[in-house]
């Protein structure tokens, strides 16, 4: 019993505020997702990404293994996924990108802080900046037949991500007025990014529920076995190897519908899969934080 309380307790809070963002669009009020987006992705996640890299307390080498074992990570889990869309003659514009990147920011962020406190954020915000990267410069080329691997760096969150990294290499820090500032702006980040989804998941239709529900599945499972895998490979402490899972299981991200909606893919196909695999991961993820913590 205080096993599942103590789960109930890591869940409930990130599945609340998101159930705030769904039932205020459906109770009929107004919510600028466009605005909220741009402070998030432009100021809000930027502080929280620069100011926990700074003050983490991972040590250099687990965070060069816990990089490359991501990165090693996506390579598996983006043949896999190449495999699993050809095999069954689904559209590679569409699809691809979907099952590779999943929604490490706005769901895997505040389940990883509260399943393992700081330190697994730490090793969580690794996975989310090379989520970032790989949807802006990859996941626009799988979709729109064109990009620029200069686009990331015009990306606000990199740039955190690339300060956060210099300053915990050189274990610098800001003023304490300008870092005080910073996290309390970088604080917005999380609830914000949750209800935004909340929001999303609320406007979104799902058009082939069977088969949103299957490649949800397959997503995630396919998330978990890329993670396991490394996790085997590499020599990782076991916080690590949790964050590498949870992070890899994580539904599909509402980036896939807006870049799916911007070049002209199967938006509506892709809108499924995002309601579909967040809806499977409330079910699943106290599961799987259950194991993990264990």
């Given at each position: 019993?205080?096993?599942?309380?103590n789960?109930?307790?890591?869940?409930a809070?990130?599945?609340?505020?998101?159930a705030?963002?769904?039932?205020?669009?459906?109770i009929?009020?107004e919510?600028?997702?466009?605005f909220?987006?741009?402070f998030?992705?432009i100021l809000?996640v930027?502080?929280?990404?620069f100011?926990?890299?700074?003050?983490?307390?991972?040590?250099?080498?687990?965070?060069?293994n816990?990089?490359?074992?991501?990165?090693?990570?996506y390579?598996?889990?983006a043949?896999?996924?190449?495999?699993?869309?050809k095999?069954?003659?689904?559209?590679l514009?569409?699809?691809?990108?979907?099952?590779?990147?999943?929604?490490?920011?706005?769901?895997?962020f505040?389940?990883c802080?509260?399943?393992f406190?700081?330190?697994?954020f730490?090793?969580?915000?690794?996975v989310f900046?090379?989520?970032?990267?790989?949807?802006?410069?990859?996941?626009?080329?799988?979709?729109?037949?064109?990009?620029?691997?200069?686009?990331?760096l015009?990306?606000?969150?990199?740039m955190?991500?690339?300060?956060?990294?210099?300053?915990?290499w050189?274990?610098?820090?800001?003023?304490?007025f300008?870092?005080?500032?910073?996290e309390?702006i970088?604080q917005?980040?999380?609830?914000m990014?949750?209800?935004t989804?909340?929001?999303?998941?609320?406007?979104l239709?799902?058009?082939d529920?069977?088969?949103?529900?299957?490649?949800?599945?397959?997503?995630?499972?396919?998330?978990?076995?890329?993670?396991i895998?490394?996790?085997?490979?590499?020599d990782l402490?076991?916080?690590?190897i949790?964050?590498l899972?949870?992070?890899f299981?994580m539904?599909?991200a509402v980036?896939?519908?807006l870049?799916?909606?911007?070049?002209?893919?199967?938006a509506n196909a892709v809108?499924?899969l995002?309601?579909v695999s967040t809806?499977?991961?409330?079910?699943?993820?106290?599961?799987l934080i259950?194991?993990?913590i264990?």
């Open positions: 019993m205080i096993a599942l309380l789960i109930f307790e890591i869940v809070p990130v599945f609340i505020l998101t705030i963002g769904y039932f205020w669009i459906k009929g009020f919510y600028p997702v466009e909220v987006t741009q998030s992705t809000a930027p502080c929280l990404i100011t926990a890299l700074m003050k983490t307390e991972i040590q250099s080498n687990d965070f060069i816990v990089l490359v074992a991501a990165i090693i990570g390579i598996f889990l043949i896999i996924a190449f495999a699993f869309v095999i069954f003659n689904l559209g514009r569409t699809y691809l990108m979907p099952l590779i990147v999943g929604n490490t920011g706005n769901l895997g505040p389940l802080l509260f399943a406190g700081d330190p697994g730490g090793y969580a915000i690794i900046a090379l989520t970032s990267i790989v949807a802006f410069t990859i996941g626009i080329w799988v979709v729109a037949g064109e990009g620029s691997p200069m686009q990331i015009k990306e606000p969150l990199v955190g991500t690339i300060l956060g990294l210099i300053f915990m050189q274990s610098w820090e800001t003023p304490d300008l870092t005080s500032s910073l309390l970088g917005m980040a999380i609830p990014m949750l209800i989804l909340g929001v999303a998941v609320a406007r239709e799902i058009t529920v069977k088969k949103s529900f299957l490649i949800s599945l397959c997503k995630i499972f396919f998330g978990i076995t890329a993670a895998l490394v996790g085997l490979i590499f402490p076991k916080l690590a949790s964050v899972i949870l992070q299981s539904p599909i980036t896939s519908y870049l799916a909606e911007k070049y002209g893919t199967d809108a499924g995002v309601v809806l499977i991961t409330v079910g699943i993820s106290p599961i259950a194991f993990l264990t």
